[in-house]
Every structure is written in structure tokens, then in C-alpha cells.
């Protein structure tokens, strides 16, 4: 009932050429049965002695009479002709109307899966695989766009002719009608069956398939690896045994057409044999004219491929129903609360507050534990904590990229659930762990094409990040192209690159969740000082696990296993055994080494 349901949404804007592409098709196979009763009439009443009965009847005598279509055979040709061409016509408009159809609802199926994963929220966006959700896009999309655009019509396109044609046939003879049928059940059912047979053999050998890629692509992104660890040749075992093991399963999907097609090819020739044997027999008692025989081998004939067609699509109809379900499965991804006009802007000023958040991403695990701290307008905030202790997930709620339900986060005595998400994005601004820049220029990625940036905001973001001078160094300056088609920045280009974009909104709250990670000690310093002069007003948030970085912060927080373990200034927290007073020595030794070895 939902599958319906989404048929009928994928289908809007396009219902009116979807049944035209119908009705075309089917005046177009009512035509061409149409043509050969001519064919058969012409053959029995003008050429033969027969006298026509009903519509045939008519017809002749508008025509003339037999006497004068009999000189005139070139009147019959005619006829043809102008019903031929009319079936032309008509199998023309089907196939336009049809192909509009199909092409719009691909449109609708592709805008809306986009749509809605452009707005799913962020937790379900980083569960996802990109290549299951591109599959899903691309060929699960085609797989319903056939059956909605081609198959089903196919279905009733048969169903059309089966009682068009034998509406006719058995007015003219019941018993060849009969032989005309009597191997179509095993024709359709040997297709049905044979079609959601090799289905599941196609899954396999598309998984196997997929297999070998991941071989290859994993193989050539790690080349690096491979190489230093000289681990060719494992490789290339892992890569024979995917490929056979691909081949093998194509190669049973081969035989097995092979062997349909030969097989179901002769049941469609016998079945044409029957029909005349059964037909000459019938023909020489005289219980059929030779006319009539002629418009029976033609509608079967005629009728048997259509017929095999559908049990094909019946057989087929599985696949497009899970390819329905898997599109299905992403539409009905949750949405993220609060995307649209909803909730409050207030101007933000910067003070923050946590109190008791807890939060868990799968239930009864909690990955923080009773969080809470406040920050005031223009101060900065550290965290410190190994790997895991909740420290980016904190940050992520805060910037609601996670929903909270435990506990209360305020920004300036608003409850942080009630503003407007996009408001909330505008001001306060993050740059994430693992930053992304898109294969654009790196103007394009500061300024994200958004016409009120100027060339000056970008060079202060990108001074103030301390990026400039490297920026200025490549070829094409600003304009240099980011990814695989361009450079390929270094771990801490890309990261000042990300501060940058960050930078250039000009947020009252900016998060570094470990971004100057890959910047070196001196330029690390330099980028604080710079964000202290410039962005004096500003509150700050920063997770770093250089204490140099830290040790400024009006508050630093110390974060294990999802709770606050410690908190206060520098000078209080090494004053006190503890993970900071550890990581402090830690360093400081290392640079008393440094120093030492100088
Ligand atoms: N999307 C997610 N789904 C489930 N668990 C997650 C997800 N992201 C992080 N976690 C878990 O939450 C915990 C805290 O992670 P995180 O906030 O990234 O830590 P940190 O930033 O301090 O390294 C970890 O145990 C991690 O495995
Ligand atoms: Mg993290």
C-alpha cells in the first residue's frame, strides 16, 4: 500500500502523459489486428468466393463491392497502407508519450531522494555508504523507471492483445483458438519461473562483482601501502580468486540464458506449429476458410512474443519491488527537526551552557555522561580527552547536528532545541575533525559562491588562518583547483583552508574540533594570536591535544569516558594529579628534549 502510495508520488506531473502513452498503445495494437482481418477478408472474399459476413460485409460494399475491388486490387493495397500507417502513427505517440513519462518520473524519483537526503539528519547521513546510497540512486531508480515506463505498459499491451485477439479468434473457430493456446500457460510460466530464477543468480554475480571493485578500488587508493609493505603478490591472489569467482557466477547466468532462450524458442515454434497443423486440417474439412487460417497464424504469431514478454515481467516484478523497497528505505530516513522556517532567531551573543546532557547514539550506551559547564560571550573554551571520550560528539550537539534529550543546552538563556537550525548554523560555526573541501576552486570553498564575500573578507579568513602565503604560492593562486583535479593540499593546508571557510561567516561561536592537528607548533600559535586579535568578541571552542594550545582558555574541560573528570585553568590543572597534569609532563619533557637537542 505505502509502494503504491510512492508509485502515485514518483508519477505526479507526468499521469496525463503516462496514460496517453497507454491509450496510444493500445489503439496502435488494436490497428494492427485490425490490418491483418483485412488481409485475411481481402484473401477469402476478394481473391476467394467466400462471402463476408458483418463489419466485412460493410466494408466491401463501401469500397465498391468484390466485383470491383477484384480488378482493383490496388484499393486493398491501399487500405493496408492507410491502416499501416495509422498504426505507425499511434505506435510513435505511445513511445513519446511513454518516453516523457519515464523520463519525468526518473526526474521525480532522483529530486526526491536528493531532496531528502539533503535534509536527513546527520546522524543517518554518517551511517550511510556512499556506494549503497549511489546504487540506490542510479540503478534501483532505473530498475522502477523500467517497470514503471516500459514494463508495465508491456503487461498491458498483452493483456490487450490476448482478449482482442481472442475475441476475434474464437467467433471465427473455437477449436483452432484452443490449439492456438494450448502451449501459451507453459510459455508464460516457463518465463515467470525462469526470470525470478536467474534474478537471484543476478544478485549474486552483482555482489561478486562488487567484491572485485572494492578489491580494486581499495588495492589502488592504498598503493602506497601495499607497496611499502611489498604485499603484490597477496593482492594479487586476493584479486584472482574476486574475479574467478565473479566469472563463475556470470558464467552460470550465460548457460542458463542460453539454454532458456533455445528451449523457450522452440515451445514458441511449436506452438506456431500447432496452430498450423491443426489449422490445415481443419482448413481441408473445410470448417475454416484459407483467409481466416492466415489471420490466425498471423495473430498468434503476433501474440507469442508479447506473451513470453510478460511472464519476463512478471518474473521481473520481484526486482522492481525491491528496488522500490531500497528507494523506499532512504525517502523514510528521518528527517531533521527544525530544517525549515520553524523556531526562534534571536541574536546570538555567545554565552553557552550545559547542564546534565547526557546523550547515547544507540540505546543504553551513553557516550556522555552528565555534562555540565558554561562558557561566557568572547571566552575560550578547551577540551581535552583521548580518543572516544565524547569530546566531538559534544561539539556536534551543540551545533545541533545531533539531537539532545537529555539534560539542557542553552545559547544566551535559549534552550538550543527551540532556535532555528540554520540560524543556529550562521552563528555559530565549526570546523569538523575531518575536514571536506569540495573539488572546487579555493575561493569557491571559502566564499561557497555567496556573491557578498569579497576578494578582501577571503584574504583576512585566509591570513587570519594562516594560509595566505601558501595559497599565494600555488600557480593559480585563489583559483587553484582543490582534489583530483587540482593540487592536493596537505593535511594542514586543507585544515587552515577549513578554518577559513569557517572564519569567513563571521560566527559569534567558533568550534575547532582538533584542527590544527596537522599544523605545526609555530603556525598553530600564530593562528591563535590571530584569532585573539581579530576575533576578540567572539566565543571560542577548541579540542586540542597540544597543552600549548590549551593553555590559554579561560576554562579547560577534561573529558574521559563521557564524563567531565576535570575542569578549571592551567594553572589550576597542574597543580593536580591527573590526565592533564600527565599530558603536560608529558610534553614538556618532549620539549625539554627538543630543546635539549638543540
Ligand atoms: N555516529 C556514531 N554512531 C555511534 N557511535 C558513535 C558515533 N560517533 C561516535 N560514536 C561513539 O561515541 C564515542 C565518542 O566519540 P567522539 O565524540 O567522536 O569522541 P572524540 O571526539 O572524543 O574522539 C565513541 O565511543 C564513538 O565510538
Ligand atoms: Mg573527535
Redesign the pocket.
Known amino acids: 500500500m505505502k509502494k503504491y502510495r510512492l508509485l502515485k508520488q514518483f508519477l505526479r506531473g507526468n499521469k496525463a502523459a503516462y496514460i496517453a502513452g497507454i491509450v496510444f498503445m493500445i489503439i496502435a495494437q488494436l490497428l494492427s489486428l485490425v490490418n491483418t482481418f483485412i488481409i485475411g477478408v481481402v484473401i477469402d472474399s476478394v481473391i476467394g468466393d467466400i462471402l463476408p459476413e458483418g463489419i466485412a460485409y460493410k466494408g466491401l460494399q463501401l469500397l465498391g463491392g468484390k466485383e470491383h475491388l477484384m480488378h482493383n486490387l490496388w484499393i486493398c493495397g491501399l487500405v493496408l497502407v492507410f491502416f499501416s500507417a495509422f498504426e505507425g502513427v499511434f505506435m510513435f505517440l505511445s513511445r513519446k508519450y511513454s518516453a516523457i513519462a519515464g523520463e519525468g518520473i526518473a526526474k521525480n524519483i532522483r529530486m526526491d531522494l536528493y531532496e531528502h537526503l539533503q535534509n536527513s539528519t546527520y ?1 543517518y547521513n ?2 550511510i555508504k556512499t556506494g549503497d546510497i549511489m546504487q540506490r540512486c542510479t540503478s534501483d531508480l532505473e530498475t522502477v523507471r523500467n517497470f514503471l515506463a516500459t514494463q508495465f505498459q508491456d503487461l498491458i499491451k498483452c493483456i490487450v492483445l490476448i482478449v482482442a485477439s481472442v475475441s476475434v479468434m474464437q467467433k471465427v473457430n473455437t477449436d483452432l483458438t484452443l490449439a492456438g493456446f494450448s502451449l501459451m500457460p507453459i510459455i508464460v510460466l516457463g518465463a515467470f519461473f525462469f526470470f525470478r530464477y536467474v534474478s537471484k543468480k543476478f544478485l549474486l554475480a552483482d555482489e561478486a562483482e562488487g567484491v572485485m571493485s572494492t578489491v580494486i578500488e581499495e588495492n589502488l587508493s592504498g598503493m602506497r601501502i601495499v607497496r611499502s609493505c611489498a604485499t603484490q603478490s597477496r593482492e594479487i591472489e586476493k584479486f584472482i580468486a574476486s574475479s574467478l569467482d565473479y566469472r563463475n557466477k556470470d558464467l552460470k547466468i550465460t548457460v542458463a540464458f542460453a539454454w532458456y532462450w533455445g528451449l523457450s524458442d522452440a515451445i514458441c515454434q511449436l506452438q506456431i506449429g500447432v496452430v498450423l497443423v491443426t489449422g490445415i486440417i481443419l482448413a481441408v474439412k473445410g470448417e475454416i476458410t484459407v483467409g481466416m487460417l492466415t489471420v490466425f497464424m498471423t495473430y498468434v504469431h503476433n501474440l507469442i512474443w508479447p506473451i513470453r514478454g510478460m511472464g519476463r515481467v512478471l518474473g521481473d516484478m520481484g526486482k522492481a519491488s525491491v528496488s522500490l523497497g531500497r528507494i523506499q528505505e532512504v525517502l523514510e530516513a528521518p528527517r531533521e527537526p527544525g530544517r525549515d522556517d520553524t523556531g526562534l532567531t534571536p541574536k546570538i551573543e555567545g554565552n553557552i551552557s550545559f547542564e546534565n546532557v547526557s546523550y547515547e ?2 540505546d543504553g550506551n551513553e ?1 556522555l555522561k552528565d555534562i555540565s559547564f558554561s562558557i561566557g560571550k568572547g571566552e575560550t573554551l578547551a577540551i581535552l ?1 583521548k ?8 561539539l556536534h550537539l551543540l551545533v545541533g547536528l545531533l539531537p539532545y534529550e537529555k539534560g539542557s543546552i542553552k545559547v544566551d538563556g535559549i534552550e538550543l532545541g527551540e532556535i532555528n537550525k540554520r540560524h543556529l548554523r550562521k552563528n555559530i560555526g565549526i570546523v569538523l ?1 575531518e575536514p571536506f573541501l569540495f573539488s572546487k576552486t579555493i575561493k569557491e570553498n571559502i566564499s561557497d559562491n555567496n556573491p557578498d564575500i569579497t576578494d578582501a573578507d577571503i584574504e583576512k579568513a585566509t591570513s587570519i588562518a594562516s594560509v595566505d602565503r601558501a595559497i599565494r604560492n600555488f600557480e593559480k593562486g585563489y583559483d587553484t583547483m582543490v582534489g583530483e583535479k587540482g593540487v592536493t593540499l596537505s593535511g594542514g593546508q586543507r585544515q587552515r583552508v577549513a578554518i577559513a571557510r569557517t572564519l569567513i561567516g563571521n560566527c559569534k561561536v567558533l568550534i575547532f574540533d582538533d584542527s590544527l592537528s596537522a599544523v605545526d607548533m609555530q603556525t598553530d600559535k600564530e593562528i591563535r594570536n590571530a584569532l585573539r586579535k581579530h576575533c576578540a568578541d567572539t566565543t571560542t571552542i577548541l579540542i586540542s591535544h597540544r597543552i600549548n594550545t590549551l593553555r590559554q582558555a579561560d576554562l579547560i574541560l577534561v ?1 574521559e569516558d563521557g564524563r567531565i573528570t576535570d575542569r578549571g585553568t592551567h594553572d589550576e590543572l597542574i597543580q593536580r594529579e591527573g590526565l592533564y597534569k600527565q599530558v603536560y609532563d608529558m610534553q614538556s619533557c618532549v620539549l625539554d628534549m627538543a630543546k635539549a637537542g638543540e
Open positions: 546522524l554518517t551511517s547514539y544507540t557516550v580527552g580518543t572516544g571520550s565524547g569530546k566531538s560528539t559534544l575533525q573529558m
